[in-house]
Nanobody, 118 residues
Framework: QVQLVESGGGLVQPGGSLRLSCATS????????MTWVRQAPGKGLEWVSG????????AYADSVKGRFTVSRDNAKNTLYLQMNSLKPEDTAVYYC???????????WGQGTQVTVSS
């Protein structure tokens, strides 16, 4: 069955970096756009970034543009989110999801906690 498993979250100081991974299985990874979404404490879901199946097109929320980089390794069926210059307002549970804003999201990972604090 389809599985998405995030990892790489943790506690980091402001200005620091983290790289999130989303290991997938159960489907042909390269056929699908993939998305990162986050949920801050007490807030709703926020779209963060998306990437086309072939990895040739990416998109970012204005709040993370220039600091975050989404990528994928289709040989390893894995999605990544490199997060640099982290801010306290980036604190959230980060989820990867299969799909994009046009087709919708049909599978989600369990999430990984990112906490940015001194």
């Amino acid at each position: 069955q389809v599985q998405l498993v995030e990892s790489g979250g943790g506690l980091v100081q402001p200005g620091g970096s983290l790289r999130l991974s989303c290991a997938t299985s159960g489907f042909t990874f390269s056929y699908y756009g993939m998305t990162w979404v986050r949920q801050a404490p007490g807030k709703g879901l926020e779209w963060v970034s998306g990437i086309h199946g072939a990895g040739s097109r990416t998109a970012y929320a204005d709040s993370v543009k220039g600091r975050f980089t989404v990528s994928r390794d289709n040989a390893k069926n894995t999605l990544y989110l490199q997060m640099n210059s982290l801010k306290p307002e980036d604190t959230a549970v980060y989820y990867c999801a299969r799909g994009d804003s046009m087709d919708g999201y049909d599978y989600w990972g369990q999430g990984t906690q990112v906490t940015v604090s001194s």
